[in-house]
């Protein structure tokens, strides 16, 4: 009796059994059978490998930030300008690079971003020397991670639907998520051994790794074109799809947190055990362990998201996010012991509805306006992503330094941001879809 062929499950990492082609030519079959893989499997892993490698230094800059304020004594606000204004070089750039991936293959437009990425790390490393220099660098950065980030989800989206769908999409979030968590262990551990230029070289050389990747094994599908040409920017449609814009603005909010927590962790983590005894870990491999939390809490979120509900979820993560922004302002730094543990469960709370957040723009985007909706999307969600860094900066500042005012006030407005963004995305989220 021949063995029976496997059948495909519904997900993206189904390996479907194939008879050997011994057993096709009628000969006896063989005792050991060889696993045919997707090709959406087979693309999937592409793009989390490229998406890892090109993200992998996006964050040297905040987990060394101490250093670089000590070493070329800037102000809290410099330190804050120069973390997001990678935001803004993204926000610049994105609605464009991605809108053309709507026009052109995404494949040349991710092979553009890790190319651009790869250069500003390895420029940051040989040739910054300044607050002026880190800045252009950053700001170059900023604008590789657009032609990556978006782009490279696109390539997923374009090719999946439904649960497979909002799976990869959980996925490659995890996936970003986890090159971002160990972005600051990385960078730690190159600094220690051979300095702190050196672990934005590290993130350079990956970046090109990840351009190679893509090179390789992404495709350069044409997308299909509209019978009526649209506008590059032609954002109107989007908008007047509210409840794209609902998911859009709790994006948005979402990031500003997110923003501020990454940039701004390890310093905090810094000034609230400066005078602990006995520390079980350094502040970078402390902020690598909640990144890892929140990559296990995004990929349960996002599944929880699937069978109780997306917008419940959200809320859920929202309002605790906005508590647990207070708390860990105006607790962390009085009673030191209670800043990592409290830091920890935040960015779980942060992560939780980070996929949930994108499958819902994905999924309620016109087909035709995907790649417009997802560069609105992400150039809302990164604008918080400037403001983010910057405002904790600016609280730190007029709140006298690292004192518990100072991060009370700079932690704690976040918990403002996240309530009125709540309140947005239930609104517009409850409108009926367009006919």
């Not at 059948?7 to 008879?19: D, I, N, T």
């Not at 701004?264 to 400066?274: D, S």
Request: with cysteine; hydrophobic share 55%.
């Amino acid at each position: 009796m021949r063995p029976r062929k496997g059948r495909a499950v519904g997900s993206p990492f189904s390996f479907p059994a194939s008879r050997d082609r011994s057993e096709a030519r009628g000969d006896p079959p063989m005792m050991v059978r060889t696993l045919k893989v997707q090709p959406g499997t087979r693309l999937l892993w592409a793009v989390i490998a490229a998406q890892m490698l090109t993200q992998i230094g996006a964050f040297t800059l905040p987990a060394l930030l101490p250093t670089y304020i000590d070493h070329w004594h800037l102000t809290r606000t410099e330190a804050g300008w120069l973390v997001g204004i990678f935001f803004a070089g993204y926000v610049a750039s994105v609605p464009v690079l991605l809108a053309l991936t709507d026009r052109l293959p995404a494949r040349r437009i991710y092979l553009l971003g890790a190319g651009l990425t790869a250069a500003a790390h390895l420029g940051f490393g040989f040739l910054a020397d300044g607050f002026w220099s880190a800045f252009l660098f950053r700001a170059l950065a900023g604008i590789g991670w657009a032609g990556a980030y978006m782009p490279g989800l696109k390539i997923l989206a374009d090719g999946l639907d439904g649960d497979r769908q909002a799976r990869a999409v959980s996925w490659h979030a995890a996936a970003v998520g986890a090159a971002s968590a160990l972005s600051f262990a990385v960078a730690g551990a190159a600094a220690a051994i051979w300095g702190e230029a050196a672990s934005f070289r590290t993130g350079g050389f990956a970046a090109a790794t990840g351009f190679f990747i893509a090179a390789l094994w992404f495709p350069a599908t044409t997308p299909a074109q509209p019978q009526q040409p649209r506008r590059l920017l032609a954002f109107g449609p989007v908008l007047r799809n509210r409840r794209a814009v609902g998911w859009i603005v709790g994006y948005a909010v979402h990031t500003w947190e997110m923003a501020a927590l990454r940039a701004w962790g390890v310093t905090f983590l810094a000034t609230a055990l400066v005078d602990a005894d006995g520390l079980w870990a350094s502040p970078t491999m402390i902020f690598t362990l909640a990144g890892i939390v929140g990559i296990a809490s995004s990929l349960c979120g996002n599944e929880l998201a699937i069978r109780l509900g997306r917008r419940g979820l959200v809320t859920v993560a929202m309002l605790a996010g906005g508590g647990l922004a207070v708390a860990v302002g105006w607790v962390g730094v009085a009673i030191p012991w209670l800043a990592p543990i409290l830091l920890v469960v935040w960015m779980a709370v942060v992560y939780l509805d980070s996929s949930a957040l994108t499958s819902g723009t994905v999924q309620v985007a016109e087909p035709g306006l995907r790649g417009a909706t997802l560069g609105l999307h992400s150039m809302a969600g990164y604008a918080g992503g400037l403001i983010g860094p910057l405002g904790v900066g600016l609280a730190l500042d007029l709140g006298g330094g690292n004192g518990t005012s100072g991060w009370g006030l700079g932690f704690g407005h976040l918990a403002v941001v996240s309530l009125a963004g709540l309140l947005l995305l239930r609104r517009l989220g409850a409108a009926r879809p367009a006919a």
